[in-house]
């Protein structure tokens, strides 16, 4: 009968740890490489919903002056 190596508790949660790792600093390369889009949408989506919320209050009060 042959002896085969079974894996132990520590490799099994180091297989682990090291999976989550991987994943993990794919997902900060993949933020770092699109650092500059990322911001740009964050700015640009920012300035919409301002110019969207102060845009609306002051079309109220120009209808509030008109009276159709």
């Known amino acids: 009968m042959s002896t085969t ?3 132990t508790l520590s490799d099994v949660v180091n297989a682990i740890f090291g999976a989550i790792l991987s994943i993990v600093r794919g997902i ?3 933020i ?3 650092a500059t889009v990322i911001g740009t ?3 640009v989506a920012g300035l919409g919903y301002v110019a969207f919320r102060y845009g609306r209050r002051i079309l109220d009060m120009f209808r ?3 009276s159709f």
């Open 28 to 30: 900060a390369d993949a």
């Open 41 to 43: 949408v964050v700015i």
């Open 5 to 7: 190596n079974q894996p």
């Open 64 to 66: 509030g002056l008109l």
């Open 32 to 34: 770092s490489q699109n």
